[in-house]
């Protein structure tokens, strides 16, 4: 139950920071600042946790790579469409396609009632999309988010993998380091330095969703060391749930009565993953 109630709570700051992102006046020198700060925190982990252990370098380098795509469709996602669509796609797609591999794959048990759950939430969290009825001249943004979910599934996958070979302070401490840096300088090299000349509010903004993303990160790999893959990759992606009432109260995005009934099926996706 601990395991469940951690993966909730990286949910909300999850939606609270992609919201961050999608609000900030320059998204993409927000999303560079947001990395800067975790770049920062990775690098005090490293100092303090030292070197990964032999043979574990693959992870690291395979998830920062993986972490850096994401970000650069989740970028492409919310340029070309709305918050409340993109971000329910991007982390929708995300649960069924870990789901099958760690079955597949990685050979996982996964209970019946833990399948149906996944395979509610992820229903149910696709449906927030298409409820809008998105028409072509979207296709564009849906198949970044779409893409964008392919990453999360595939590092979400390495970091399952990942935090059974280290500790996860390590682990996560080297990752972050690693995209945290490249994303500001590659920036940089493409701005200049004039990139990041903003008021004081958005520079705050951007460090500090910097640091609420690490803590959703960090809560989420701490509970992949106590639970199913696939039931814990589905639990996050209910910060959807939390990511469209944020698209409702701050972004002036319809929510409704059919979006309120695609929720009603991810909480039950939720009961029946608590439930197994």
């Known amino acids: 139950m601990l395991v469940i109630f951690v993966v909730l709570g990286a949910a909300v700051l999850h939606a609270t920071w992609n919201a961050m992102a999608h609000g900030a006046p320059d998204r993409v020198a927000g999303l560079a600042l947001f990395e800067l700060a975790a770049g920062v925190i990775g690098l005090v982990a490293i100092l303090l946790t030292g070197l990964p ?100 599934a595939s590092y979400t996958v390495v970091d399952g993998v990942a935090v059974h070979k280290m500790p996860v302070a390590t682990y996560m401490g080297w990752v972050f380091m690693l995209q945290g840096f490249a994303v500001p300088l590659a920036v940089v090299l493409w701005r200049g330095p004039q990139a990041f000349n903003l008021p004081k509010p958005a520079i705050f903004s951007g460090l500090f969703g910097g640091v609420v993303s690490m803590a959703a990160y960090g809560l989420v790999l701490w509970a992949q060391t106590r639970g199913t893959l696939a039931a814990i990759a589905a639990l996050r992606e209910t910060s959807i749930i939390f990511g469209a009432l944020i698209g409702t109260l701050f972004f002036n995005e319809r929510f409704g009565p059919k979006r309120a009934a695609a929720a009603a099926v991810v909480v039950t996706g939720i009961i029946l993953i608590t439930l197994g």
């Open 53 to 152: 252990p032999a043979g574990t370098w693959g992870y690291i380098v395979a998830s920062a790579l993986l972490h850096l795509a994401y970000l650069g469709g989740l970028l492409a996602s919310y340029q070309l469409g709305q918050f409340s669509q993109m971000y329910p796609l991007a982390r929708g797609t995300s649960p069924w396609v870990v789901a099958l591999v760690s079955i597949v794959v990685l050979h996982q048990h996964l209970a019946v009632i833990e399948l149906a759950g996944v395979l509610l939430i992820s229903g149910g969290l696709i449906g927030l999309v298409f409820i809008g009825r998105p028409g072509r001249r979207q296709l564009p943004a849906l198949l970044a988010a779409f893409g964008t979910g392919l990453m999360i």
